[in-house]
């Protein structure tokens, strides 16, 4: 049955078949080699299709900046744009799962009483300025890191500068 000439046979079947493979993959390097940083080349680019534009960086416009949006905010569209948050923060003076907002704009940072802050917030500054509040609203995870405010941020400016507006009008 099996005795050890047939073992003897299968393992150099295997054996053979595992050179072949080896023989093939060496073989078909040789032949489609093209080059590249894992032998340590530098790549270089075989023609370059010319667009007719200059290669150097054309100057960005800028839009308006934050004073002159916040300048022509609307409080109405920010009371709009302000739903979104009302599921962690309200208005009247209680805390919820965030502080209350009513008077924020021009607040200590860190001074809502009665809610536990995470102590994250010592990055934004010392108080709640309009801008500090939109570098904050952008995106609350990179403007004060870690951060338990789980809200992924405002991406318009527009809506950020109505909302500024809105907490603004709220006074305290």
């Known amino acids: 049955m ?5 073992m003897t046979k299968v ?13 093939g993959k060496w073989a078909a390097e040789e032949i489609y080699y093209v080059g590249g940083s894992d032998y340590g080349e530098k790549a270089v680019q075989g023609y370059v299709i010319d667009t007719g534009e200059d290669t150097e960086t054309a100057e960005v416009e800028e839009g308006p900046t934050f004073a002159e949006l916040y300048a022509v905010a ?24 965030g502080p ?20 994250a917030l010592s990055a934004i500054g010392d108080s709640w300025s309009p801008e500090a509040l939109d570098a904050f609203l952008t ?34």
């Open 2 to 6: 099996l005795d050890t000439m047939t």
């Open 11 to 23: 393992v150099g079947g295997v054996c053979g078949t595992f050179l072949i493979f080896l023989l």
């Open 74 to 97: 609307d409080a109405s569209k920010g009371e709009k744009v302000f739903n979104k948050c009302k599921a962690c923060h309200k208005v009247d003076g209680s805390n919820a799962a």
């Open 100 to 119: 209350y907002l009513n008077g924020v704009v021009g607040r200590l940072v860190n001074s809502a009483e009665g809610f536990g802050y995470s102590g």
């Open 139 to 172: 995106n609350p995870k990179s403007a004060a890191p870690g951060t338990s405010m789980g809200f992924s941020g405002l991406g318009k400016e527009a809506d950020r500068v109505n909302v500024i507006a809105y907490l603004e009008s709220l006074g305290n």
